[in-house]
């Protein structure tokens, strides 16, 4: 059999699979795209738009407000006359998926139509058994969002949760001293959505950090406000800025006393002190909580770049190895660092790596990413999937994306005698939807589901 035939062969022996999809920004009760703002202008073909010379690079209105309608009209009548210069791209097909496949929508969009169109997206907005059917058709059981989008609980039955509050090694353009802020911006509060990124100026918190016993308090209000029976991991990003080291107390007093002019050093005190200190509290809950982090995406002033280097990776493995009681997950975002993160994983047993994150969701990385980790991990230490998506619509042309190339990865391993067609199958079952239970103790719908999506 070719390998053409192998691949299609594959794909639709993967469209019965069930998939759990470990991480999204969904919002409870509203899962379907607003408008055709949410489909048209998701934030990667935001990236492609600027690049191709479309004036604006920032996201609209982010959760939880929602764009206004002259906002999300002014953006995409910016936007149209670029879509043809991003035809070629993978995120501009994932727009086609969404359009033909959910709307049966095959036009160009223009000046003309988008009204038209907009209004279709817009008529199925709050329709909760459209957007169930749509998460059914791609046999996902379950989905992972932030907690702070749960809304009323109108979907718990649909999603489980992730907390997503203060980043604390996570860089933001021009500021040396995030680290401190995000934890300020905790202290006291119950858990809210994080800082966006390139947020720009900071609201005023509640309550400023001075001493050293002010990190330990607010470190300590934090791990003690997780509401750990409500969540399954808490979700973070690690920047490649950051010189993560020993900090000593007295190294981190002294620090604090230069916040007013804090640079480069400052911010890698700061960071790496708050870190050890709430990953050391953290462990004691271990038992409840998975530490995901993110890891390969630098701020720039709209979004990010793919960028890592090579001692973060020495870094993190040191500051995993000092952890065994806590487990840890990595979405990455740097195609080269995939082999070296494998390696990590393979040495050390609280490490796990879930998906294909931002710059690494393009076809050719996708690939990349999946051959190596099938060959170089156990099933059972990796996630296959995670959308990312904002609404189910792009849930959609992501798994849909991802189930065309890991057809094809395991079509090219039948065709060399590596696996068989069941050990292909029962390969991607086990990392589509068994390694989220086992990792991250995520949890199909119920037992009726499960017999289904079987």
């Given amino acids: 059999m070719s390998l053409e035939r192998h691949a299609l062969d594959m794909e639709h022996a993967l469209a019965e699979v069930p998939v759990l999809d470990v991480h999204t920004h ?34 609209l209105t982010q959760y939880p407000g929602w764009p206004a309608p002259d906002e999300a009209e002014a953006r995409i009548v910016e936007a149209i006359p670029h879509l043809s210069s991003i035809r070629n791209t993978s995120s501009s097909w994932g727009v086609r998926l969404v359009l033909q496949d959910l709307y049966d929508w095959r036009e160009p969009i223009t000046t003309e139509n988008w009204r038209r169109l907009d209004g279709q997206i817009r008529e199925r907005a709050d329709d909760r058994a459209w957007s169930h059917s749509v998460l059914d058709r791609l046999k996902i059981g379950r989905t992972g969002t932030e907690i702070a989008r749960r809304e009323k609980g109108e979907d718990d039955d649909r999603l489980q949760y992730a907390l997503e509050w203060g980043f604390f090694t996570r860089c933001q353009w021009g500021e040396f001293d995030t680290a401190l802020y995000e934890l300020e911006r905790c202290w006291g509060r119950t858990p809210e959505s994080p800082s966006p990124i390139g947020s720009g100026g900071r609201a005023e918190p509640d309550r400023t950090i001075r001493t050293l016993s002010d990190v330990h308090d607010a470190i300590s209000h934090y791990v003690q406000a997780i509401p750990y029976d409500r969540i399954l991991s808490t979700a973070t990003h690690i920047s490649t800025d950051i010189r993560f080291r020993d900090v000593t107390e007295a190294e981190m007093e002294a620090a604090l006393g230069r916040r007013p002019v804090a640079g480069s050093e400052e911010r890698d005190v700061y960071a790496s002190y708050i870190q050890e200190a709430f990953l050391t509290a953290l462990e004691r809950h271990g038992d409840r909580i998975v530490y995901q982090f993110s890891l390969g995406a630098e701020p720039l002033p709209f979004e990010t770049g793919a960028r890592l280097s090579q001692s973060t990776l020495s870094q993190l493995a040191e500051m995993i190895g000092r952890h065994p009681g806590l487990k840890f997950q990595c979405f990455l975002a740097s195609r080269h660092a995939n082999h070296s993160l494998c390696t990590l994983a393979r040495e050390l047993p609280n490490l796990s790596l879930a998906g294909y994150w931002w710059h690494n969701f393009f076809p050719d990385a996708i690939a990349q990413v999946i051959r190596e980790r099938l060959d170089m991990l156990p099933a059972n230490k990796q996630i ?71």
Avoid: N
Wanted: include cysteine; charge should be neutral.
């Fill in 26 to 59: 969904l919002v409870g009760g509203k899962l379907s795209a607003r408008g055709l703002h949410d489909v048209l202008l998701y934030h990667m073909v935001v990236s492609d738009l600027y690049s191709a010379g479309c004036p604006s690079g920032s996201r």
């Fill in 384 to 454: 296959g999937f995670f959308s990312d998506a904002y609404c189910v619509e792009w849930t959609y042309a992501k798994s849909m994306i991802v189930r065309k190339i890991l057809a094809r990865v395991l079509a090219e391993k039948m065709e060399v005698g590596q696996y068989s067609h069941s050990d292909a199958v029962s390969v991607a079952r086990s990392i589509l939807f068994e390694s989220p239970q086992s990792l991250l103790r995520m949890t199909p719908r119920d037992a009726a589901t499960v017999e289904l999506l079987h």
